[in-house]
């Protein structure tokens, strides 16, 4: 029996104090943790923080050699400069990956949420352990580290979905027909 090929997924959280990211491998059906963390820009200004997310990115990249990577989407926050903020560095994060060639997907919390506890509301304290039950780590990730490892495995889930329909179903004009 051939070995089913294996990918490997970045998962990012981004923020601007704290952007979390977690890299899971996938061959069918079984996920193996690789590595997670967190890059910590505090007391810095703007462009330190941002140009510090990259170059931290970038090293992450080069060290584990992800295939793709997954980010979560910006919410529209009630503070409009701390939505801008975040968008900011989630924008340095979305270039550190492009720069090194990897194809980028997007999910809103909510789905990333629903993909691994099973419902959009979750706490961060249901995430962090069902991270650590899927993932089947000896303790919970941190709460940075397990969102973005839960968006690895959200993108995991939806490329699967995705290539299960493809399979049974056909495509016209880029739509699947059912």
């Known amino acids: 029996m051939t070995a089913l090929p294996s990918r490997r997924i970045l998962g990012l959280d981004p923020g601007l104090r704290v952007t979390g990211f977690g890299i899971v491998?996938?061959?069918g059906s079984q996920l193996?943790?690789?590595t997670s963390g967190s890059i910590r820009t505090e007391g810095e200004g703007l462009p330190t923080?941002?140009?510090?997310?990259a170059h931290d990115l970038t090293h992450v990249i080069r060290e584990f050699h992800p295939d793709e990577a997954s980010v979560e989407l910006v919410f529209v926050n009630v503070n409009p400069t701390s939505t801008l903020l975040l968008g900011q560095a989630r924008g340095g994060a979305i270039t550190a990956l492009v720069?090194?060639?990897l194809p980028?997907?997007?999910y809103t919390a909510n789905q990333i949420k629903q993909a691994v506890v099973g419902h959009g509301k979750a706490q961060k304290t249901q995430v962090q352990h069902m991270v650590q039950h899927l993932l089947q780590l000896p303790a919970a990730p941190s709460a940075d580290a397990a969102d973005a490892l839960a968006c690895a495995i959200c993108h995991i889930n939806s490329v699967g979905s995705m290539n299960r329909?493809?399979?049974?179903?056909r495509r016209r004009g880029g739509r699947m027909i059912i």
């Open 104 to 106: 980028v997907y997007e």
């Open 99 to 101: 720069m090194a060639g």
């Open 49 to 53: 923080r941002l140009g510090i997310i």
């Open 165 to 169: 329909l493809s399979a049974t179903h």
């Open 32 to 34: 193996t943790y690789v």
């Open 25 to 27: 491998d996938v061959a």
